[in-house]
C-alpha cells in the first residue's frame, strides 16, 4: 500500500470548516483514500472513503485532486467533539486487504 | 451502521499468564476480521489478519505462537497473549468488514486496554 503524509496536528475554531491535508503522491490506480478518526482511548471510526471523483456524506467531504496524488477531508462545522486523530490511509478496495495507519493528523477543535 | 464488539473492554493480568481477547460482529457476518495493537501516543499497527476457519496471517515481526488467533465463526474472532509480560501491555482493536454489504470500509471495535503487571 502507499504511504501517505499528514501533518502532525492542527488547530480549529468552533463552527468553522476543518481541512484536513493528505499527500498520497505514490497512490495506484486501484488504490481507494480512506479517512478515520480516532478519539482519546477509542477505536478508530469510518469517516468517508473514495477512488477519484469528490464525496460527501453526513459527516464529511472528500476532495481527491485530479492527479489522486493528494486529497483533503472537509469537515464542514467543526465542534469541540471533533477533536481526534484522524488518518489518511490509501488502500486497494477489496474484502481482505488490510488497513495500515500511519502516523494521523491530531485535530484540536477550540472554542 | 455495522457494530464490532470487544470484551473485555479492559483487562489487568500477572506477568505470565494467558489473556483472550474477543472480537464479536454483532449485526453482520465477518469473513475477515483484523488485529491491532497501539502503544501510547502512537498510531495503530496491524498485528495479523483472522480469516474465519483457516490460519491468521501475521504481519512481519508479530509473534504468532505469543498472539494466537482463532476465528472460528462468522462473527467472532479471539486473540489470546500467551504468557503475557508488562511489554505486552497495550491497546488492542480488532476490525472487521460487512461482507454483505458491499462496501469497503472496515469497522473497528471499542479496543481492550490490557495491562500487565
Known amino acids: 500500500d502507499a504511504k501517505t503524509t499528514q501533518p502532525p496536528s492542527m488547530d480549529c475554531a468552533e463552527g468553522r470548516a476543518a481541512n484536513l491535508p493528505c499527500n498520497h503522491s505514490t497512490i495506484s490506480g486501484n488504490e481507494y483514500v480512506y479517512w478515520y478518526r480516532q478519539i482519546h482511548s477509542q477505536g478508530p471510526q469510518y469517516i468517508i472513503h473514495g477512488l477519484k471523483n469528490n464525496e460527501t456524506n453526513e459527516m464529511a467531504s472528500l476532495i481527491i485532486t485530479e492527479d489522486r496524488k493528494s486529497s483533503t477531508l472537509i469537515l464542514p462545522h467543526a465542534t469541540l467533539r471533533d477533536t481526534a486523530v484522524y488518518y489518511c490511509i490509501v488502500r486497494v478496495g477489496g474484502t481482505g486487504n488490510q488497513f495500515y495507519f500511519g502516523t494521523g493528523t491530531s485535530l484540536t477543535v477550540i472554542p | 451502521g455495522a457494530v464490532v464488539s470487544q470484551h473485555p473492554s479492559r483487562v489487568i493480568c500477572k506477568s505470565g499468564t494467558s489473556v483472550k481477547i474477543e472480537c464479536r460482529s454483532l449485526d453482520f457476518q465477518a469473513t475477515t476480521m483484523f488485529w491491532y495493537r497501539q502503544f501510547p501516543k502512537q498510531s495503530l499497527m496491524l498485528m495479523a489478519t483472522?480469516?474465519?476457519?483457516?490460519?491468521?496471517?501475521?504481519e512481519q515481526g508479530v509473534e504468532k505462537d505469543k498472539f494466537l488467533i482463532n476465528h472460528a465463526s462468522l462473527t467472532l474472532s479471539t486473540l489470546t497473549v500467551t504468557s503475557a509480560h508488562p511489554e505486552d501491555s497495550s491497546f488492542y482493536i480488532c476490525?472487521?468488514?460487512?461482507?454483505?454489504?458491499?462496501?469497503?470500509?472496515?469497522?473497528f471495535g471499542p479496543g481492550t486496554r490490557l495491562t500487565v503487571l
Open positions: 476490525s472487521a468488514r460487512d461482507y454483505g454489504a458491499g462496501y469497503n470500509e472496515q469497522f
Open positions: 483472522s480469516n474465519e476457519g483457516s490460519k491468521a496471517t501475521y
